[in-house]
């Protein structure tokens, strides 16, 4: 039996603006292994959020569309059901949270009806009563104190934190095979990001799920993840475990990445970050070559003329560069 449960093959995602239409993903392949979870790294506009919801379909269209791949959970190719059947798949066996709360909830509902809805929507047999029982068990287990009296709050009543942990109530109130993390955290301080992150992996592993954490934190991914894939302009550029990615990475951009983000040690002097040099470029007048070459202190012949092909070069660890870091060139 397949411990694959969500299998993404060749996936494009497509817009059309009124300078032309560019693919925001272009032709990415991943694997979500049942119980693990990928995160999904990058820098803003490189893709990440466009893939969650690619796999949910709720890319809106237009102006968006889903170009051609295929997206196939346990075995079936969600871009070949019909909106109905997905609406069964969506928020049952796959669901999402979502970046900013406030924006996800609807303030003129309460907490317990928003939660009440995503349970009743995919349990027809449960009475009134047995939903509400069930919402509040739902909002005791992402923990919010005094849940029977809360769930007839609305979402201004409550904190940043909490409405996240609504937001997680909802996503799991059905049990989902996959779980969707959109950057979870987003306007979180820091003490309040560690609880929502211990608790989504707590959840993650009394329910079984499989997760997709989309972040730009690499702290979160190193504690969080089992696997990573790396995106950069719409395309992933390595993907291997999370000890391949930290300990042992081998493109420039992840290396840069990595080298980007500051080191708090005892006994050093203070040091400038190091940056990565150069822009993003424009998805809507994209060079022939590698994506990264214009910033790339390797990028040579090769890299200048055909985007290279992500290929193993490790068991597992896949890279897209003509010249990988070596492992004297970490720093």
Do not use: W
Not at 55 to 69: C, D, F, N, V, Y
Not at 124 to 139: F, P, S, V, Y
Not at 273 to 279: D, N, Q, R, Y
């Amino acid at each position: 039996m397949s411990n694959i449960v969500l299998d993404v093959k060749n996936l494009k995602t497509q817009f059309k603006t009124d300078d032309g239409a560019f693919f925001a993903v272009d032709d990415i392949s991943f694997q979500v292994e049942k119980g693990k979870t990928l995160g999904i790294v990058g820098e803003s506009g490189c893709g990440k959020s466009v893939t969650s919801l690619s796999i949910m379909r709720l890319i809106p269209t237009p102006p968006g569309k889903i170009a051609s791949g295929e997206i196939l959970f346990n075995g079936k190719d969600l871009l070949k059901l019909s909106e109905r059947e997905m609406r069964s798949v969506r928020g049952n066996q796959i669901s999402m949270i979502f970046q900013e709360p406030m924006t996800s909830l609807n303030p003129v509902f309460t907490i317990g009806n928003q939660i009440s809805e995503a349970v009743s929507l995919h349990n027809k047999a449960l009475t009134r009563d047995q939903i509400r029982n069930k919402t509040i068990e739902m909002l005791e287990l992402v923990g919010i104190p005094e849940a029977k009296k809360r769930v007839d709050d609305y979402p201004h009543q409550l904190s940043g934190g909490m409405r996240q942990r609504v937001m997680i109530a909802m996503a799991l109130s059905c049990s989902p095979q996959v779980l969707i993390a959109d950057e979870p955290t987003t306007a979180l301080d820091v003490t309040i990001q560690a609880q929502i992150l211990e608790l989504v992996r707590r959840l993650q592993k009394e329910l079984g799920s499989s997760m997709i954490l989309i972040t730009h934190d690499l702290g979160v991914v190193a504690e969080t993840c089992d696997n990573v894939a790396v995106m950069y302009a719409g395309k992933i550029v390595e993907y291997g475990t999370v000890h391949d990615i930290f300990d042992r990475p081998q493109h420039h951009y992840t290396k840069g990445l990595l080298n980007s983000v500051p080191h708090f040690e005892t006994g050093k002097r203070r040091e400038r970050l190091v940056t990565i040099p150069g822009i993003v470029p424009n998805l809507l007048n994209i060079k022939p070559g590698c994506r990264f070459a214009d910033r790339c202190v390797a990028a040579k012949g090769p890299c200048l003329e055909v985007h290279p092909e992500l290929e193993e070069h490790a068991p597992g660890h896949k890279v897209a560069c003509y010249f990988p870091v070596k492992p004297g060139e970490l720093k």
